[in-house]
Every structure is written in structure tokens, then in C-alpha cells.
């Protein structure tokens, strides 16, 4: 797989029928390793390592509605209070990143209303905070570190 602008990681990798396969620590199974599925296993290291986000506050690609579809985001991150801390949305490494991206993860995160977004294709990051009063997301360098 293509090297990525995220933390190397020691990943666990085997082949198999369906061909190669990736362990995933938070789904604690194989899962058949997509450029995509590269992509977000990196992520989660990034957030368990870089960003310090405790393992049982990340959540793996999951089912939600919003306006009668189904949908499945990539990741989130949760506070302790339950409330949603970080949505991800990751693409594979040749996807460009634009604005329809952006749209998706702002149409998941009317259901989620996290306090911050992450857009990445594992080359390109972007980094936004949700300002709900104006409806607008802004942009910053990197997210901070969490805090529990």
C-alpha cells in the first residue's frame, strides 16, 4: 500500500480468500484492506497516538440516519459525557479532497453535532471546528491534543 503523511504504524496484515486483510484494534477483527481501510487504520493510530483520544472513545464505521437514508461514517471520537468530539471522514489516497467531501461530512454531522471534523485521504488532512451559531465550519492547522 502507498505510504502515507500520517504516523507509520506496526499493523497486523494476512491474507485471505477475499485477499489481504488488515486487523482493526477498535473492531478487533480482519477487515479486507482497501486503500480506504489504509487510510482509516492510520487515522485511528493518529488519533490513539498523536492526539491521545482513549481507545474506548473511538468508534469504527457505523450505521446512522439522516433524513430516512442510511449512511455509515468512518470515525468518530466520543467525550465522556457521550456527546460526539470528532467526526472522520477518510477517502482513499487518490481521491481528491473538495467540496463534496466537505458537504458529506457536514450532512453526518447534523445527526452528530461534533465539535470537530476531519477530512483526510491520508495525504491531505483539513482540520475544521463547527461554529453552530453561524452554521459555518472554520478551519484550523491540526487538532488539539484530547483532553479528558
Keep these: ?14 491474507s485471505t480468500e477475499k485477499g489481504r486483510a488488515i486487523f482493526d484494534q477498535i473492531r478487533k477483527k480482519f477487515i479486507i484492506l482497501t486503500p480506504e481501510e489504509w487510510v482509516r487504520q492510520h487515522v485511528v493510530l493518529f488519533l490513539l497516538t498523536q492526539k491521545r483520544i482513549p481507545h474506548n ?14 449512511k455509515r461514517y468512518d470515525i468518530i471520537s466520543y467525550n465522556t459525557d457521550g456527546s460526539i468530539h470528532l467526526i472522520v471522514e477518510c477517502k482513499a489516497p487518490e481521491i481528491k479532497i473538495d467540496q463534496s467531501v466537505f458537504d458529506q461530512i457536514a450532512r453526518y ?18 482540520f475544521c ?11 484550523i492547522a491540526d487538532l488539539p491534543e484530547y483532553v479528558l
Excluded at 1 to 14: D, E, I, Q, T, Y
Excluded at 109 to 126: D, P, Q, S
Design 1 to 14: 500500500m502507498k505510504p502515507l503523511r500520517l504516523p507509520a504504524g506496526n499493523f497486523r496484515v494476512k
Design 57 to 70: 472513545l473511538i468508534n469504527v464505521e457505523k450505521q446512522l440516519i439522516i433524513a430516512g437514508t442510511t
Design 109 to 126: 454531522n447534523l445527526a452528530l453535532n461534533a465539535k470537530y471534523l476531519m477530512v483526510t485521504n491520508g495525504l491531505e488532512h483539513y
Design 129 to 139: 471546528t463547527m461554529d453552530y451559531e453561524n452554521q459555518t465550519y472554520n478551519f
